[in-house]
């Protein structure tokens, strides 16, 4: 990456400070192939570990390595050149210690050349994220339902549904505000707590299934493209880039079935 991409892109305080003004977009994104067409529209692209379920077929992202997040990260930053790459710390890369999450986290950086991560956690990780925001590592929060604890939390549920656990997410948020996050994923919590956490907290809030009040938004892509058979409740999907991707399929295998591949405006001629 040059000098020159480095200086274009949008950077972690130029998040922060959208707080309250211009809502922020976002999409997770993991490859060559579809990074640079989410590039040029967002203002931040999050590597997530979400890797783990919609590109590598895992069952949850509890399995997604840090060397796995290093590659697609630095697909992702090798392929866009405008928007702010987060990428996700995979689950038993950071929760251990602070010096851990910062090995971890460096190592991250240093290989892909992204300008955040992401970990999940609230006022347990607080210290962690201080650690590492005080040693030049701007980190986005996540709190809410957090995929890396889908064992202890029971499945994939949405959070929120009594006044204790209200209470506990909104002081997840305000701890990792505190701590030096500069912005916070609030994935899965009931109506209006991301509303009262968006109003409470000076950070941008990034919503998925959360509310419209956020500040920003984010879904997966493979959800919201159509590439996922099965979806949270809560996606709208925008495209259908899984049926295009049938067809154009079946359509290959027609023409090699009936010997009509390829057809003759496709292949070389002789130059003499
Ligand atoms: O891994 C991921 O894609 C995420 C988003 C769902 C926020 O954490």
């Not at 990780?125 to 986005?140: E, K, Q």
């Not at 305000?174 to 030096?180: E, F, I, L």
């Amino acid at each position: 990456m040059s000098a020159q991409n480095l200086a274009k892109r949008r950077t972690a305080p130029e998040i922060l400070a959208r707080k309250g003004g211009e809502p922020i977009v976002s999409l997770t994104a993991y490859s060559a192939a579809l990074a640079p067409l989410v590039d040029p529209v967002v203002d931040f692209i999050l590597v997530g570990d979400s890797l783990g379920m919609v590109e590598h077929g895992m069952e949850s992202t509890l399995g997604v390595s840090l060397d796995l997040m290093i590659a697609h990260g630095r697909a992702v930053v090798n392929s866009t050149a405008e928007a702010l790459i987060v990428v996700d710390m995979p689950f038993g890369s950071y929760e251990a210690s602070p010096e851990d999450a910062f090995r971890a986290a460096a190592r991250v950086m240093a290989e892909t050349g992204c300008g955040a991560v992401k970990l999940e956690g609230g006022a347990h990780m607080a210290p962690t994220i201080a650690f590492l925001a005080d040693r030049g590592i701007p980190v986005m929060a996540h709190v809410g339902l957090t995929p890396q604890a889908v064992n202890a939390l029971g499945g994939f549920r949405s959070q929120g549904h009594d006044a204790a656990a209200r209470e506990k997410i909104l002081g997840d948020a305000m701890a990792v505000a505190g701590a030096g996050a500069f912005a916070v994923v609030i994935e899965g919590v009931v109506e209006p707590l991301a509303e009262e956490i968006t109003r409470t907290v000076a950070i941008p809030t990034i919503g998925i299934g959360a509310s419209a009040a956020c500040d920003g938004q984010i879904l997966v892509l493979n959800d919201m493209l159509g590439l996922t058979a099965r979806v949270p409740k809560f996606v709208k999907r925008y495209g259908a880039i899984g049926e295009a991707v049938s067809e154009a399929v079946k359509a290959y295998a027609g023409e090699v079935r009936g010997r009509t591949f390829p057809a003759a405006e496709h292949t070389y001629k002789p130059r003499g």
